[in-house]
Structure formats: structure tokens, C-alpha cells
């Protein structure tokens, strides 16, 4: 049994990939077409790169309906059940808040009251319009804006993983970032591939180099399934001796008060 690792930055973070298999070129080979896979889906999602689609529709979808490409379009379809399901806690169109706490310049800031609402008055994706007859988008008011960060890397582990499947490899692990992760099949000799959980207080002990580690928030094991998380503690910054996460509560444009840091 061969063993390949590949790994590659995108996507402001680091994908890193094991493959089990008998061919260390159909590994290689295979493993790097879905690098390849998230990279072409970065230049497509990105917020900030001007040749991506969501930078288009950004610049546009306020003055004009634009059209996008098919898959694209279904997955702002998803992104929009996923806010219908959860109540408008997952919302794509949170980028304002994000703008508005400082978070895109990473020099966080805790807004006034006023810029707040302000904000907040462009997110809901009720704002959204999809024509699904010729995959449109329209923003119904100016200032809207779309951030598919929320969903952008499940979606390009996601379709890598598809990738990999279709070049028949059976064992492999995928994550991007640590945050999210894809199982195909197990590794050799093991019922699942094992996924610990950081827990917070390593993660803090870490940023402040201080001793001390606490067990894992919690394990599991993972065969022919996905798992992603999001965890505060990788983004903050400190005001008035209060630390504020980059998860943001579109409901009510604050940080949660409960996330574990």
C-alpha cells in the first residue's frame, strides 16, 4: 500500500491531502487535479479577487441582474435553503458586518451603534433575488454584498472529494485549514480515519505560549463523510479588555456572546 501527501495554500488557508492507493502516479495525478479543483473555485468565489464571480456580482447585482454560471447558481440556491432552515443564523450576505467589525482589514474595530445598524440594514438574504429561468442574481438594494466564505471551502473539499472518487481512489483524507475535513473510504489497517477536536484552551494557550494542555474537545472517526467546524479563536481581537471573534451572528450583527475562545 503507497502513501501519498500533497498540500497547497488557497484560499487564505492550507489544504492538505493523504492518499492510500497501489499507483503513486494515479495517487499524485489524481490528488493534484482537486488542488487544482480548489484553486480554480477560489478564483471563481473569492470576495476580494477582482476575476471571481462573487466580486462581479458585488460590483454589479445592485444596478443589474447578472448572470452566473449553473453552479454557481445552485449554490447560492443552497446557501439560501440553509438561511431559510437555520433562521438567518448561516447568511451569506454578512460581508458588511464583517466590513463593519473590521475583520477584511484585519484591524478589528467594535462599531457604534449607528454604523452597526447601518450594516445591517444590507444583510438578510431575503435581499436576494435568484431567477432560476436563466441563473440571475439581482440585489434588491444598493450595499448588499455577498461573502460565501461561510460555504465556498466545504464546497471546493466537496467537490475535490467528487474528483478524487471519479479517478477511483478509495482512501483518502482532505482537509482545508483544519476546520474542514472529508473521509473517503478509511485508511489502511482502521475502521475510520480519527478526527480530534482542538479544544479552545489549547488554542488560546498556544497564541499566549503557555503551558499547559487540556484532552481534545472531543474525537470522532469519519469514513465516507464530511465534517466542518468554525472556531473564533483563530480571528479576534481585544477592545476595552472584551475579546471579539470573526463569527458573526447576522440576526444581530454582534460577535455570539457564548462561543467558546
Not at 440571475?136 to 473539499?157: C, E, M
Not at 485549514?177 to 473521509?183: E, F, H, Y
Request: proline letters at 5%; hydrophobic letters at 40%; aromatic letters at 8%.
Amino acid at each position: 500500500m503507497i502513501t501519498v501527501t500533497l498540500a497547497r495554500q488557497a484560499m487564505a488557508t492550507r489544504f492538505e491531502l493523504v492518499l492510500h492507493g497501489e499507483s503513486e502516479a494515479a495517487l499524485r495525478a489524481a490528488g493534484e487535479e482537486a488542488l487544482d479543483e480548489i484553486d480554480r473555485l477560489e478564483n471563481e468565489l473569492s470576495y476580494f479577487r477582482a476575476t471571481s464571480q462573487i466580486f462581479r456580482l458585488n460590483q454589479q447585482a445592485a444596478h443589474q441582474s447578472v448572470r452566473v454560471s449553473p453552479w454557481l447558481f445552485q449554490l447560492l440556491q443552497k446557501a439560501r435553503q440553509l438561511s431559510e432552515e437555520t433562521g438567518g443564523t448561516f447568511d451569506p450576505t454578512v460581508a458588511p458586518l464583517m466590513q463593519c467589525w473590521g475583520f477584511y482589514t484585519r484591524e478589528g474595530c467594535v462599531p457604534d451603534a449607528v454604523a452597526l445598524a447601518r450594516a445591517r440594514a444590507f444583510v438578510g438574504f431575503s435581499l436576494v433575488a435568484l431567477n432560476e429561468a436563466d441563473s440571475t442574481v439581482r440585489f434588491q438594494r444598493g450595499g448588499v454584498q455577498l461573502d460565501l466564505g461561510s460555504i465556498g471551502k466545504g464546497y471546493a473539499v466537496e467537490r475535490a472529494g467528487e474528483l478524487l472518487r471519479e479517478a477511483g481512489v478509495t482512501s483518502a483524507l482532505l482537509h482545508g485549514g483544519t476546520s474542514t475535513v472529508l473521509a473517503i473510504g478509511t485508511p489502511p489497517d482502521a475502521a475510520g480515519w480519527k478526527i480530534a477536536l482542538e479544544h479552545p484552551a489549547n488554542a488560546q494557550r498556544s497564541q499566549e505560549c503557555a503551558g499547559g494542555v487540556s484532552p481534545p474537545f472531543a474525537a470522532v472517526s469519519l469514513r465516507d463523510e464530511s465534517l466542518s467546524i468554525s472556531a473564533v479563536w483563530g480571528k479576534t481581537f481585544t477592545a476595552a479588555d472584551k475579546s471579539y471573534g470573526h463569527v458573526i451572528d447576522p440576526r444581530t450583527g454582534q460577535p455570539p456572546e457564548r462561543a467558546l475562545l
